[in-house]
């Protein structure tokens, strides 16, 4: 008996077992087989979750078949950018400053007194999707909810999805006079507000510090059973370390691992990103570099609880019992020009990966599918201070599992070269050749290595000759021995921007104002309105695009060929900005000759028809508009790089104008969330929720 001689549902039943290539191919064996995974709705459903980098919900309780409509009428929306879903929602209480969007949950601070510059009293969040499922015509203020907890909330962090919990940062004075504050962490259950049931220690008791309000920032992401929690304490006056990084397992209330920073410069990093429940990247603000830290075997190791001090000298001596954060792998950013100055990098990647099904505590069943987060992008704002005076902001998208994947080969290669025989001088393993720009070439020239060029590989870039020699100064360890830094282990491995970033990475000459808001991305989108006031969503889904591109040249319409569409590929195109516009001046629409609004060099080719500037375009401007990227792209601004940097990342970018004026756009998993302000550009006035591809039922 052959395998097609088994009837239709055994071969489902196979076929299922299979992973997303081995059923591509399955389906080019004979027709039978194509038919049978072709029918299947089960199947099929697999395979466009892949392609739109998306995973299953096995909570959901909808069919396969429903879930498979629905998500093709969702990305087939986002394809068409179609804004019609609207609700408009109105505010119950005075916004502050704290804000949060994540599953489906949008989250806004509350200042009692609107005179008062700085502070948050409670929060409020809403479910997006029950605005929809309301009236239009009825008052949308009843579906927020509030949770006060009687003392000023200074930040959030959201885990609505798996596990159904806000931890709350707050302060309160125990030492008022000299400014000596206790910061904790309350563990809360998002749909009661009650404390939540998992958690051993609903309040986590971070440190005593000395506390100015408006002179501290912090941060904090859960993922699975991790809470990472960073301080920046701008205090001006007392803190020799002010940026401290707590790992926490949030179920257990124990601190894993943490970081000091010995820079008397408060900014040395004031974000970060989890890249998985056990490693987390930190922007380095002085070094201008990415710094990956893996902290797996801290979390799997018990550790025997600390005794609980209430005063700052107590809390400070307890800390060293707890291990430090190691850096094991630092990806270099581009090299700035002498002149310029890093003020600030901010960074986040939604949603947030998450831990085995196993140590979930909550089950959503509201949605069928979600994005998955080893796919997700991550964005990385950084404000570079020029030496003419003026501030300019860069946006550079880069995906989550790149970063990751990058730092497995390095320390694979690490521990190969660590054994490998002199004798032989064997290279170590090469970079994946999806790490490689596709404008280098093998046949380079006139390099200087006795290794072959191979491009991406990883072979010198990753030699230190003073590795073994000289002692790192990344990691506040006080408590290490000079011994320690014989181990040349110990040091983190150092990758240089042009090997790691060109091929991986997309970066943007962006404004100022449309980096106030950082809950811009989820997934491999990225949304922002431009000061043209068209409205820009950004695709970054790989799979997504090649197939879109393929089924438009098979169906006889190749990319380009319609109105309003362009496509750029293998040419270099210039990006630039002006530099007579300080950091406060937002006045950019009137751009330099030869300058578009994104900054790009104009290309007479950009047009699908071959358009020149003239009316055709400017009718075009008012509708629909797509681009296809293909190509590398040089950010060139000389007071800002030493050389402008590369970037190859392909996208699709859909573009209308705005049916608002909004401030800024936010994004969620299908829904985009405009914000208009008030006339300060302080204070949210109204939320604005555009719907794709209608309900998840």
Same mark, same amino acid.
């Given at each position: ?10 071969? =489902? ?7 997303f ?14 038919? =049978? ?11 466009e979750?892949? +392609? ?17 409509? !629905? ?84 930040d ?29 962490? *309350? ?32 941060m ?13 304490? #701008? ?12 790992? #926490? ?5 124990e ?7 010995l ?20 922007? !380095? ?26 005063n ?44 085995p ?15 998955d987060?080893?796919k997700?992008?991550?964005?990385? *704002?950084?404000h570079?201070?020029?030496? !003419? ?7 550079m998208? =880069? ?13 694979? *290669? ?19 050749d999806? #790490? ?29 000759? *003073? ?22 282990e110990?040091?983190?491995?150092t ?8 091929a ?22 990225? =949304? ?10 950004y695709d ?11 089924t ?28 007579d ?27 699908g ?12 401007q008012?509708?629909?508009? +797509? ?70 039922t």
């Amino acid at each position: 008996m052959s395998l097609l001689d088994l009837p239709d549902e055994l071969l =489902v039943f196979i076929a299922s077992a299979l992973d997303f290539e081995d059923i591509l191919r399955l389906q080019q064996v004979c027709t039978r087989l194509r038919g =049978v995974v072709k029918s299947d709705s089960a199947l099929q459903y697999a395979l466009e979750l892949r +392609v739109a980098g998306m995973m299953d919900n096995p909570a959901s309780r909808l069919v396969p078949g429903e879930r498979l409509r !629905i998500l093709r009428a969702k990305e087939e929306a986002w394809r068409l950018l179609d804004l019609s879903d609207r609700r408009s929602i109105a505010l119950n209480h005075n916004p502050s400053g704290i804000y949060d969007l994540t599953g489906g949950t949008l989250l806004l601070g509350e200042r009692r007194h609107s005179e008062n510059l700085t502070g948050t009293d409670a929060v409020h969040t809403i479910n997006l999707h029950s605005a929809f499922s309301h009236a239009e015509e009825q008052d949308t203020r009843a579906l927020w909810s509030n949770i006060d907890l009687g003392k000023q909330v200074i930040d959030v962090g959201l885990a609505i999805q798996e596990h159904d919990l806000i931890a709350l940062v707050t302060y309160s004075y125990v030492h008022e006079a000299q400014m000596i504050a206790s910061v904790d962490i *309350h563990l809360l259950k998002h749909s009661t507000g009650q404390p939540h049931p998992a958690a051993a220690k609903p309040v986590l008791h971070f440190e005593n510090i000395y506390y100015l309000p408006g002179h501290c920032s912090i941060m904090l992401e859960i993922s699975g059973d991790t809470l990472c929690f960073l301080l920046n304490n #701008y205090f001006p006056f007392v803190n020799a370390d002010p940026v401290t990084l707590v790992v #926490y397992n949030w179920k257990t209330g124990e601190p894993k691992v943490s970081q000091k920073r010995l820079y008397s410069d408060p900014t040395m990093f004031n974000s970060f990103v989890l890249l998985s429940p056990d490693t987390v990247v930190l922007p !380095i603000i002085p070094t201008n570099a990415l710094e990956v830290c893996q902290f797996a075997d801290e979390l799997a190791a018990s550790r025997p609880p600390d005794s609980t001090s209430s005063n700052t000298e107590a809390s400070t001596s307890s800390r060293p019992q707890i291990p430090f954060l190691k850096t094991t792998c630092v990806l270099q950013l581009p090299p700035l020009h002498p002149g310029a100055l890093v003020l600030r990098m901010t960074c986040r990647c939604e949603p947030n990966p998450r831990g085995p099904l196993s140590s979930a505590t909550h089950a959503d069943r509201a949605v069928p599918f979600y994005s998955d987060p080893e796919k997700a992008i991550m964005i990385l *704002h950084l404000h570079i201070r020029l030496a !003419i005076g003026v501030t300019r902001v860069y946006t550079m998208i =880069v995906h989550r599992s790149s970063l990751l994947k990058i730092t497995q080969d390095a320390l694979k *290669h690490r521990q190969n070269e660590a054994v490998v025989d002199p004798a032989t001088e064997e290279p170590g393993p090469e970079l994946s050749d999806e #790490y490689r720009s596709v404008d280098q070439h093998s046949d380079a020239e006139g390099t200087d290595e006795d290794v072959p060029y191979v491009p991406g590989a990883f072979f010198h870039p990753f030699y230190d000759p *003073h590795r073994h020699t000289r002692r790192s100064v990344r990691l506040n360890d006080a408590s290490r021995s000079e011994d320690d830094d014989t181990d040349g282990e110990a040091y983190p491995v150092t990758i240089p921007w042009e090997t790691w970033g060109p091929a991986v990475t997309r970066w943007f000459a962006d404004e100022l104002a449309g980096t106030r808001w950082i809950t811009t991305t989820c997934g491999q989108r990225f =949304v922002r309105v431009r000061s043209d006031g068209r409205l820009r969503v950004y695709d970054f889904n790989q799979l997504s695009i090649r197939r879109y591109l393929h089924t438009r040249s098979m169906n006889g319409e190749p990319f380009g060929a319609l109105p309003g569409e362009s496509i750029l590929e293998r040419e270099y195109y210039e990006w630039s900005q002006k530099l007579d516009v300080d950091e406060g001046d937002e006045d950019e629409d009137e751009d330099e000759d030869g300058e578009n609004e994104d900054g790009e060099v104009d290309n007479p080719e950009e047009d699908g028809e071959g358009h020149e500037e003239g009316s055709d375009v400017l009718q075009i401007q008012q509708e629909r508009r +797509v681009r296809v990227v293909l190509g590398t792209t040089m950010v060139a601004d000389p007071s800002a790089w030493e050389m402008p940097p590369q970037s190859s990342l392909p996208y699709i970018e859909t573009s209308f104008a705005s049916p608002d004026e909004y401030e800024s756009v936010l994004l969620d998993e299908d829904i985009i969330v405009g914000l208009k302000m008030d006339g300060n550009g302080r204070h949210i006035q109204e939320v604005v929720l555009h719907r794709i591809g209608g309900p998840m039922t």
